[in-house]
């Protein structure tokens, strides 16, 4: 049963346009939504993140929107870069007490082409 | 400076055999976690570790797999009896003081793990 959704496998765009990646969470008890990026034979990398108690948070190029009655999330890539191509997780925590624990979704492999 | 560092960076082996992965975390850094990412998966979460409290073993999926920490550094986890479903990549990850969604997490490159 999966408590964070990324429904697309995959995203291709053409650089300089905008890359929209989306995540769907169906735990209501989650309070904090994290992106994490990775490029092959690498770990994960920490992006941005956003508190429930916002509904943007906005990073240079990055901009994260929670959407917290549809409990949907996207990240937004403005400009998209070639260098921006890598898989995307969405991740969530705040299940209780154990709010460390981070749930993840499949991730979307982004190809942002030249 | 050091990130996380995890050995070794792939393994394979046969079915009913013991593997143990380690992981070197970013000094400094009391928390220590895993997880594993099957393929087309995403990350599940494993087992935590901060400082000299007790573990979260929550997420191990079964008896096979345990973990142990020395101090704040290095973590070991071990697998007993590998099957076939547990080829992942297992990744290791550290964070600063205690348990806190505000302490950014980050990850090492993972120990592929192939069982044959």
């Known amino acids: 049963d999966q408590q964070v959704k990324q429904n697309s496998p995959s995203l291709s765009v053409q650089e300089g346009r905008i890359s929209i990646l989306n995540c769907d969470y169906t735990?209501?008890?989650?309070?904090?939504f994290l992106w994490y990026k990775k490029y092959p034979a690498e770990g994960p990398t920490f992006l941005i993140s956003?508190?429930?108690?916002?509904d943007k948070n906005e990073d240079g190029r990055f901009t994260v929107f929670l959407n917290k009655s549809a409990k949907h999330l996207s990240l937004h890539i403005v400009p998209s870069q070639p260098g921006d191509s890598a898989v995307y997780f969405c991740?969530?925590?705040?299940?209780?007490?154990?709010?460390?624990?981070?749930?993840f979704g499949k991730g979307t492999l982004l190809t942002v082409n030249p | 400076g050091a990130g996380v560092s995890q050995s070794p960076s792939n393994k394979v082996t046969e079915k009913g055999k013991d593997v143990e992965l380690r992981c070197d975390p970013i000094?400094?850094?009391?928390?220590l976690y895993w997880y594993r990412q099957r393929l087309g998966q995403g990350l599940e979460f494993l087992i935590y570790?901060?400082?000299?409290?007790?573990?979260?073993k929550s997420g191990l999926p079964s008896d096979r797999f345990s973990a142990e920490r020395t101090g704040e550094s290095v973590s070991t986890l071990t697998i007993q009896r590998t099957q076939q479903e547990d080829s992942a990549v297992y990744l290791c990850?550290?964070?600063?003081?205690?348990?806190?969604?505000?302490?950014?997490?980050?990850f090492g490159p993972g120990t592929r793990l192939t069982v044959l």
């Open positions: 000094s400094g850094h009391t928390a």
């Open positions: 990850a550290s964070s600063l003081a205690r348990a806190s969604i505000y302490n950014e997490q980050f």
């Open positions: 570790f901060q400082g000299n409290s007790a573990p979260d």
């Open positions: 956003i508190s429930s108690i916002k």
């Open positions: 735990n209501s008890m989650f309070d904090y």
């Open positions: 991740a969530a925590s705040g299940d209780g007490g154990s709010n460390y624990k981070l749930t």
